[in-house]
């Protein structure tokens, strides 16, 4: 596979693995493919592959050889009958991530940066995170046998996250301050490196991340939907989700791209703000705060690539309050049996949301795509449920209680 890593702002390849950002202009840094092989193949030339990450190997610049997986998406695609109706919407389809192997869509990214990192020869790695980051690059480093040091904001993860990164054996490091703030701490590791750098400024982490949109549309049988929407915390989702489309262009496996529209938490939405101006560019915000930890997020490392991602495909950026995040979560666990986190409904309550306001057309196709597992958060789950009911061990008793 021909490719090289390139500036997204100024074009320059950067060489060296340990940079985070362009050495000319300090730009985020992006890889660019050589698709010209990949145009001789049709999507029916992948599909005896299982779904999954490394079905899509044509589309990914790490040699597969040296593949560390755990076997990471193939995740379901649920169509929601009980759902559409009850928002207003012809289709709607949930792309459920907290399927994957730790619960979240990082392990796509991950699969991939970890290979990444054995081909380099890394033998430490490492990443800041709100909680999902971490969970997925301590198993994967566990099962490269790598080094893992996770910075984590204090205080602000989610109970299963936390158990995760410290079951997979990471080194955990609680940083005073927030997610922005753990972010730039580890980069100075990287900087001097003390380790290889896991987040999603990373650039091989989007490119395994491309790999929900190609299973997406393997899975609607390449009927490109009208719109999909995803929460966004540091972008590089959303951003990842656009790539691919961009490469299923440039191939000429589809025709027009989806509306992406991300939804951001009113107590951290940065990036709906610069929408609302029509700007490129975005304001950090200094103290973001949600209850969807895992986009709680004020200074979006891919913020200014998810802003092209939304105006060039005519999509939208829409906040959504915790309440309706809330909402939301529990409808798609009653109504359709579908448990995501907090930050995951952001994307039902999102939908809601442009339903209401008339930016959503009720005869469109809409994709959902739900990043992360419901028990990554159960203190959240458990707040908002009936407590258990006590009884004596009769049928009369339970009867009565259930009535
Ligand atoms: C990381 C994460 C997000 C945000 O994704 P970005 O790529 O940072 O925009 C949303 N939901 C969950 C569950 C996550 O783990
Ligand atoms: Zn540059």
């Not at 009720?362 to 203190?379: F, H, M, Q, S, Y």
Request: charged share 25%; with cysteine; hydrophobic share 40%.
């Amino acid at each position: 596979m021909e490719r090289s890593i390139r500036c997204w702002d100024c074009g320059r390849e950067v060489d060296d693995p340990y940079f985070d950002s362009c050495p000319s202009c300090n730009g985020l840094l992006e890889v660019v493919l050589d698709l010209e092989p990949v145009k001789e193949l049709r999507p029916s030339d992948l599909a005896s592959r299982p779904l999954g990450v490394w079905r899509y190997q044509p589309f990914l610049p790490v040699n597969p050889d040296l593949a560390v997986s755990l076997q990471e998406g193939g995740t379901p695609l649920y169509r929601c009958m009980n759902l559409a109706p009850e928002l207003g919407v012809r289709e709607l389809h949930v792309k459920y991530e907290g399927a994957n192997p730790t619960g979240s869509f990082k392990d796509r990214g991950m699969t991939v940066g970890i290979t990444r990192a054995r081909e380099i020869g890394a033998d430490m790695v490492g990443c800041a995170s709100t909680g999902n980051t971490s969970a997925s690059l301590a198993a994967y480093a566990a099962k490269a046998g790598m080094g893992c040091v996770v910075l984590l904001p204090e205080g602000k993860v989610a109970l299963g996250k936390l158990a995760q990164a410290m079951f997979y054996g990471a080194k955990v490091v609680s940083i005073e301050g927030n997610f922005d703030d753990a972010l730039r701490t580890v980069r100075e590791l990287a900087e001097k490196r003390f380790l290889y750098l896991l987040n999603s400024i990373n650039p091989f982490r989007p490119e395994g991340q491309k790999s929900v949109l190609f299973e997406i549309m393997d899975q609607l049988y390449y009927d490109v939907p009208d719109r999909i929407v995803l929460p966004v915390g540091n972008a590089g989702n959303i951003s990842a989700v656009h790539k691919a489309l961009k490469e299923l262009v440039e191939v000429g496996w589809i025709e027009r791209m989806p509306m992406l529209t991300g939804i951001q938490a009113s107590g951290s939405m940065p990036l709906v703000e610069a929408f609302d101006r029509g700007s490129k560019d975005f304001t950090a915000e200094s103290a973001p705060e949600t209850l969807a930890t895992a986009i709680r997020i004020g200074n979006p490392v891919s913020g200014r690539k998810a802003l092209e991602a939304i105006y060039s495909t005519g999509g939208h950026a829409l906040p959504v309050t915790d309440e309706e995040i809330l909402a939301a979560q529990m409808e798609l666990g009653r109504r359709e049996g579908v448990g995501v986190e907090p930050a995951s409904a952001a994307s039902i309550a999102g939908l809601r949301r442009l339903i209401e306001e008339g930016i959503v057309d009720r005869d469109e196709k809409v994709v959902c795509i739900c990043t992360g597992n419901a028990l990554k958060d159960p203190e959240v789950m458990i707040s908002q449920c009936d407590r258990p009911v006590k009884s004596r061990a009769t049928a009369e008793s339970v009867m009565d209680l259930v009535r």
